[in-house]
């Protein structure tokens, strides 16, 4: 395992910070009743770039893609700055279209009705051509490329249906940042390989930069330009994924991560543990490990 990179940004400059999509300097950040998970976390992203976020389960991939999407508050203005401005306080990032964050829910905002389920009774053009704003070019594109049948209904398609019609709406407007966590999970082989390449166009014609959150690493030795590797919340290494020793002797980019977390978890079996303690305080105590709400989130 390589040491940790935590002080080396993708781009030196302290002068020109704008150069940055995102900047993220000294978080620190805790859901309700449970330990900090990010503490003095540092991340800078420059613009074009395509980024792999990786890292085990409940490393805090998930959380760090929220926070960047504004979707938690954490400290001042100046902690979480994507594109110049901030994260949270910034709404004008998301009402623009210039920040784009596509996650495990299927979902729409719509007004003061808040999050809408994907799942009614409606069809995919509803849902599709309900989004103002759009170039009609664009959305053409994107229901051809995710090969949308614009008369499914939405309460009877499969996962997979579902999720191509969720990532079409999420792209029809432009983005500057797109956000990405897990979404392609659900698609077949073709289907993640052309969007692939769409994402591709978008960071290379129009400068876009993309965070890309997945355990599916096929074709993204040759599609990625950095990776960042997060541990237990601590940024382990950030990096152009040429740069990565690893890589130049390794068969792919899978077995390169794998190595990674499977010295994680040697390295978590060695570590002493009094959880058979833990266990019984919380059943004398009369709570339960379930009850603390991890949608309440603070800063400190």
């Given at each position: ?32 009743g ?152 659900d ?19 129009r ?28 940024l ?22 794998e190595s ?40 400190r």
């Amino acid at each position: 395992m390589a040491d940790k990179a935590t002080s080396k940004p993708i781009v030196e400059d302290e002068e020109n910070e704008d150069l940055n999509s995102i900047r993220v300097c000294g978080m620190q950040f805790a859901y309700e009743g449970e330990p900090p998970l990010f503490a003095d976390f540092n991340l800078k992203i420059p613009p074009g770039s395509r980024c792999l976020l990786v890292g085990a389960n409940g490393s805090g991939k998930t959380t760090l893609l929220k926070i960047l999407a504004g979707k938690h508050m954490v400290g001042g203005r100046d902690v979480v700055r994507v594109l110049n401005n901030s994260a949270f306080h910034d709404t004008k990032l998301v009402c623009s279209g210039d920040l784009a964050y596509l996650g495990g829910s299927w979902s729409k905002t719509v007004g003061s009705a808040g999050e809408i389920p994907l799942q009614g009774d409606f069809s995919a053009e509803h849902m599709i051509f309900g989004v103002e704003g759009v170039d009609p070019d664009r959305r053409l594109n994107l229901i051809e490329l995710l090969d949308i049948d614009l008369q499914w209904r939405m309460h009877k398609v499969s996962d997979g249906q579902r999720r191509r019609v969720q990532i079409c709406m999420g792209l029809l407007h432009p983005f500057k940042v797109l956000l990405l966590d897990e979404v392609t999970v659900d698609l077949d082989v073709v289907a993640r390989l052309d969007l692939l390449d769409f994402f591709k166009e978008e960071c290379d014609q129009r400068g876009a930069t993309i965070v890309y959150a997945t355990h599916i690493f096929d074709g993204l030795e040759t599609w990625a330009t950095h990776l960042a590797y997060i541990q237990d919340g601590e940024l382990r290494r950030v990096q152009m994924l040429s740069e990565v020793n690893e890589l130049k002797n390794s068969a792919n980019l899978l077995s390169v991560v794998e190595s990674w977390l499977r010295a994680e978890i040697k390295r978590e079996k060695k570590k002493p543990t009094n959880r058979p303690a833990q266990i019984q305080k919380t059943l004398t105590s009369g709570s339960s490990p379930f009850m603390s709400s991890r949608h309440m989130a603070y800063y400190r």
